[in-house]
Structures are given as structure tokens and as C-alpha cells.
């Protein structure tokens, strides 16, 4: 059973930083793409980032690129999200999900297994 736990959120001023961990384990980590998602109420769920299995490519969403940066570390499953200059439209609860399509998907349908979530809200 595929597990992901996030960790990471909270309430940070417009302007601020936070770092969001997603802690996996029940398969290879290593073999898989890792990809971070956001809904914020009222709307769907949308791309926020992927990275390949073995780290050396990623993709962003127009929203967040020169913002946000996700990388992983697979001795510790692990992956990340530094999301720096957040603004109030940040807000939302942010996802970790993995997938076992080849490359950095985008699409949520390209992933299996999903967090439960973390609360990320920025004031202005």
C-alpha cells in the first residue's frame, strides 16, 4: 500500500516562503514521477509542479515557475516544494501524488496515489 504524507503548511504572509515535504513509502520511490497539485476552495484541482524519477527533469505551471521549486531526495522519499513570493492566490490545500508515467506528466489522470493534504494560506 502506497502511502504519502505531507507536511509543510501553514499561514505565511504575502510575500513569504514556505517548504512543503511529502514523505512516501510502499513502493520504489525512486522509480516514479512525484508531482504536487493544489485546490483551493470553490475550484478544481490544479497542476502545480512534477519531477521525474530520477530528478533531472521538471515542469512547472505558468502560475508558479521562477516561484516554486520542487526537487527530491530518493535515499530519504522524499519530495519537496519551496514555494517562495507566495501570494494570496497561493491559497489552497496543496497535494503530493506519484505516477508511473515515464517523464513529467501534468494531467491528473497520469497519477495513482494521493496525499491527504496540506492547509496552505497566505495573507495579504
Known amino acids: 500500500q502506497v502511502q504519502l504524507v505531507e507536511s509543510g503548511g501553514g499561514l505565511v504572509q504575502a510575500g513569504g516562503s514556505l517548504r512543503l515535504s511529502c514523505a512516501a513509502s510502499?513502493?520504489?520511490?525512486?522509480?516514479?514521477?512525484m508531482g504536487w497539485f493544489r485546490q483551493a476552495p470553490g475550484k478544481e484541482r490544479e497542476f502545480v509542479a512534477v519531477i521525474n524519477w530520477s530528478g533531472a527533469n521538471t515542469y512547472y505551471s505558468d502560475s508558479v515557475k521562477g516561484r516554486f521549486t520542487i526537487s527530491r531526495d530518493n535515499t530519504k522519499k522524499t519530495v519537496y516544494l519551496q514555494m517562495n513570493s507566495l501570494k494570496p492566490e497561493d491559497t489552497a490545500v496543496y497535494y503530493c501524488?506519484?505516477?508511473?508515467?515515464?517523464?513529467?506528466?501534468?494531467?491528473?489522470?497520469?497519477?495513482?496515489?494521493w496525499g491527504q493534504g496540506t492547509q496552505v494560506t497566505v495573507s495579504s
Open positions: 510502499g513502493r520504489t520511490f525512486s522509480r516514479y514521477a
Open positions: 501524488t506519484t505516477g508511473t508515467a515515464s517523464g513529467v506528466p501534468s494531467a491528473p489522470s497520469m497519477f495513482d496515489y
